[in-house]
C-alpha cells in the first residue's frame, strides 16, 4: 500500500472488522496475480462494506482485486499494481429462489458446487460444469464468463444472469437487470459485467 500501511489497515478494519482483515504470509501468496502480492486481503460481508472499502481505496489510490476462492486469478491482462485483495467468499447466501419461477438470486462468494446441492433438492441444476467447481465461486464464473461443454446445449454464463447488483470502483451500489425474464427495460449493463 502506498500509504503507511498501519493507517490503511486500521481504516479497513474499522470497516470490516480486525478479523477480516488478513495481512499473513500464506493469505497474501495464496492471492498473487502474475507475481505481484496484495498488502492486505479484506473480506466483506455484504455489499455496503464492499462500497465502503472501494471509496477508502479510491480516495487512498490503492488499486484493488476482488476474488473468491482464486481459480481464475490469472484470467486477463497483468495488473500494474495491486494493493488489495477483495475477498469475497464470505457472501455465500442465496438471496431469493423461486423454484416455480425457475429464478435465483445468490451473493458472488457462493460456490457453484453448493449452489447445485441447492437446486438439487428441488430436482432443478444450473448447467455451469465450470473448471474447479469444487472451489469456484458464482462471482468468479460470471466475472470470467466461465462457460463450459454444456454451453452447447443449454447456452452459457449470459444466458442464465438475468441481473447483477454490482459497486463500482468509485463505491457506488448499483444494480442492472431483474429477476423476470421479460425485464428489457434500459440496457442490459450486466452483460458487459459478465467476462469483464
Known amino acids: 500500500m502506498r500509504r503507511p500501511a498501519q493507517i ?22 495464496s492471492r498473487q496475480v502474475d507475481g505481484l502480492h496484495p498488502s492486505a486481503v479484506v473480506q466483506p460481508a455484504d455489499a455496503a462494506q464492499i462500497a465502503e472499502v472501494l471509496r477508502f481505496a479510491a480516495t487512498e489510490k490503492l488499486a484493488v ?9 490469472g484470467i486477463g491482462s497483468p495488473p500494474a499494481r495491486y494493493d488489495i485483495a477483495l475477498d469475497l467468499s464470505r457472501m455465500n447466501r442465496v438471496l431469493a429462489y423461486d423454484p416455480q419461477d ?8 457462493m460456490r457453484i458446487e453448493e449452489l447445485l446441492r441447492v437446486l438439487a433438492d428441488q430436482k432443478q441444476f444450473l448447467p455451469l ?12 464464473i460470471v466475472a470470467a464468463n466461465s462457460s ?19 459497486v463500482t ?19 442490459d449493463l450486466h452483460k458487459l459485467l459478465i467476462g469483464s
Not at 489497515?9 to 500464506?26: M, S
Not at 425457475?102 to 462468494?109: D, H, K, R
Not at 460444469?129 to 468468479?140: D, L, N, Y
Not at 470502483?169 to 427495460?185: D, H
Open 8 to 29: 490503511s489497515l486500521a481504516r479497513l478494519e474499522e470497516i470490516v472488522g480486525a478479523a477480516h482483515v488478513l495481512t499473513g504470509p500464506e493469505d497474501i501468496a
Open 65 to 73: 482485486i476482488p476474488c473468491g476462492s482464486c481459480t481464475k486469478l
Open 102 to 109: 425457475l429464478t435465483l438470486g445468490v451473493e458472488s462468494g
Open 129 to 140: 460444469a465450470v473448471p474447479f467447481s469444487e472451489r469456484a465461486t458464482i462471482g468468479g
Open 148 to 166: 463450459s461443454p454444456l454451453r452447447h446445449a443449454y447456452g452459457g454464463v449470459r444466458d442464465f444472469c438475468l441481473g447483477i447488483e454490482f
Open 169 to 187: 470502483g468509485e463505491g457506488i451500489q448499483a444494480k442492472s437487470g431483474g429477476r423476470g425474464v421479460k425485464n428489457v427495460t434500459g440496457d
